[in-house]
């Protein structure tokens, strides 16, 4: 709970008759970012390396278009 129990908290809550547990869903379970750093890593590599690629191509003085 967010609050401090008090007399009047205590009160609300046996009157209110369920509890506000968080449930974890699946989706949150299978993030990318509960990955280890490498795994991380790995999966932006790819990307990170074709970006640089196609950096390195655009200044290139002879382009291939």
Do not use: C, F
Not at 30 to 37: D, Q
Request: no cysteine; aromatic share 10%; proline share 6%.
């Amino acid at each position: 709970m967010n609050y401090k129990s008090t007399p009047i908290h205590a009160d609300a809550d046996a009157q209110h008759g369920h509890s506000h547990a968080v449930k974890k869903t699946k989706a949150r379970r299978n993030s990318v970012l509960n990955w280890p750093a490498w795994q991380r890593m790995l999966a932006v590599l790819p990307a990170l390396l074709l970006l640089w690629l196609a950096v390195l191509w655009t200044g290139l003085e002879a382009a291939p278009w």
